[in-house]
């Protein structure tokens, strides 16, 4: 598979879990479905962001391309989502500067300093906190194979972590003493994602885009997530 299909993919799977955070009244367990399979997108913006930083002819305009679109998606994302946190362009963005840093500063103490600092950024973030670990495991790995595979399950094992204990919080006060067989199956669940992704970055991916693709593929992906975003928030206000 080519990055352009494979990007595609991600578009299709995050439109997914976005319609299914904004239209609550669907059957629970198609809902939960969608939730789940939408977050392939975000580690797998992740691993093409280092990819791409290490491919660019520009790095000034890549970093501004991220900038202006999380700029432009913002109010539909706060609209759509009905979140108050920063969009995920914003996360790619900081991100991005993240690689920046392991790339031009030399000082270690200043590099983890900048590094940690610039993930703190992402706390009131979409995916804030784990989106930057996961661009600084796919850094590490480069294009090895194993360190790719190890990356992956680093990557599964902290979000898997992440969400058990968020789910297992919020059921120990809602349900009480079902709160384990609540959030073990639904951290479970949130993986498929990430399992996906890794599954399709390892044994999929031709490393190459798609014939033809062009300037078309490489803004669409930009154009489309304001656009989506936007599509939604006046679904949001017409339910």
């Not at 000034?60 to 706060?78: C, D, E, G, N, T």
Request: charged fraction near 15%; charge should be positive.
């Amino acid at each position: 598979m080519s990055r352009t299909m494979i990007k595609y993919i991600a578009v299709i799977t995050m439109t997914l879990n976005h319609i299914a955070n904004v239209v609550t009244e669907l059957n629970p367990l198609l809902r939960e479905v969608m939730l789940d399979v939408g977050y392939f997108t975000a580690v797998t913006m992740c691993y093409f962001l280092v990819e791409g930083y290490q491919h660019t002819h520009s790095k000034k305009k890549y970093a501004q391309r991220l900038f202006v679109f999380a700029l432009i998606s913002q109010i539909p994302y706060q609209i759509a989502l009905e979140r108050l946190a920063l969009n995920m362009m914003f996360t790619l963005f900081i991100c991005f500067l993240i690689l920046a840093v392991k790339e031009y500063v030399r000082q270690p103490a200043m590099k983890a300093l900048a590094i940690t600092v610039l993930i703190l950024c992402t706390w009131y973030s979409d995916w804030g906190l784990t989106a930057p670990v996961f661009t600084l495991l796919f850094a590490w790995s480069g294009e090895n194979r194993k360190k790719t595979a190890l990356a992956y399950g680093a990557a599964l094992l902290l979000f898997c972590g992440r969400n058990f204990y968020t789910f297992y919080m919020y059921a120990y006060q809602y349900i009480g003493r079902e709160a384990l067989g609540y959030a073990f199956p639904r951290a479970l669940g949130t993986s498929v994602g990430i399992l996906a992704s890794g599954t399709v970055i390892l044994f999929l991916y031709n490393r190459e885009k798609s014939p033809g693709s062009g300037k078309f593929g490489k803004w669409f992906f930009y154009v489309y997530y304001p656009v989506h975003l936007a599509a939604l928030a006046l679904l949001r206000m017409i339910i």
